[in-house]
T-cell receptor, first 112, second 114 residues
Framework: GIQVEQSPPDLILQEGANSTLRCNFS?????LQWFHQNPWGQLINLFY???GTKQNGRLSATTVATERYSLLYISSSQTTDSGVYFC??????????????FGKGTHLIIQP | KAGVTQTPRYLIKTRGQQVTLSCSPI?????VSWYQQTPGQGLQFLFE???????NKGNFPGRFSGRQFSNSRSEMNVSTLELGDSALYLC?????????????FGPGTRLTVL
């Protein structure tokens, strides 16, 4: 099946800093989503972005489908941005049969 | 519009018992997917239901089963619980008509098997 690698696995930053999280995937995708998992375990949708660029406030994401990677940018970090960020994809070849395949996540800690 | 709801939020069971978890999708959504999250294996796809039919299935043993009702609410059942079944179980709601749907997740059910 499709492989998803996220980097870095851990990231500690000071409040106000900017960060870039990366997601590499091994096959063509028709679905790519970024999620933030809050301390209670809920996955919060950030972006649906199988290709192109999107922005939402301090967050933006870019997916270069031809090169099989996606980037999540967080600017002017706040302590509430702390948590685990997941990239999840659905392979084109699967025809929707495999559900979302998740990376292992990036654990982000923003220190005041 | 109400979000995805899951019940119960927390559950403690003992080995050998069975458990049933419930998920109500967003109104108008006809597909529900289930995922298991553990520290060792991460987030893994269990199965997906659309219009009361299992459409897709992940690589889990037959002890894990599910169903969907006519109102799109879904239940998943785990029989003969093992310690390794301790996990956060998440369900996702999607419209279900396209394989490019955005998936919206519920708050999860945290299952502990003793």
């Amino acid at each position: 099946g499709i492989q998803v690698e996220q980097s870095p696995p851990d990231l500690i930053l000071q409040e106000g800093a900017n960060s870039t999280l990366r997601c590499n995937f091994s096959d063509s995708v028709n679905n790519l989503q970024w999620f933030h998992q809050n301390p209670w375990g809920q996955l919060i949708n950030l972006f649906y972005i199988p290709s192109g660029t999107k922005q939402n406030g301090r967050l933006s994401a870019t997916t270069v489908a031809t090169e099989r990677y996606s980037l999540l940018y967080i600017s002017s970090s706040q302590t509430t941005d702390s948590g685990v960020y997941f990239c999840a994809v659905e392979a084109q070849s699967g025809g929707g049969a495999d559900g979302l395949t998740f990376g292992k996540g990036t654990h982000l800690i923003i220190q005041p | 519009k109400a979000g995805v709801t899951q019940t119960p939020r927390y559950l403690i069971k003992t080995r050998g018992q069975q458990v049933t978890l419930s998920c109500s999708p967003i109104s108008g959504h006809r597909s529900v997917s289930w995922y298991q999250q553990t520290p060792g294996q991460g987030l893994q796809f269990l199965f997906e239901y659309f219009s009361e039919t299992q459409r897709n299935k992940g690589n889990f043993p037959g002890r894990f089963s599910g169903r969907q009702f006519s109102n799109s609410r879904s239940e998943m059942n785990v029989s003969t619980l093992e310690l390794g079944d301790s996990a956060l179980y998440l369900c996702a709601s999607l419209a279900g008509y396209s394989d490019t749907d955005t998936q919206y997740f519920g708050p999860g059910t945290r299952l502990t098997v003793l």
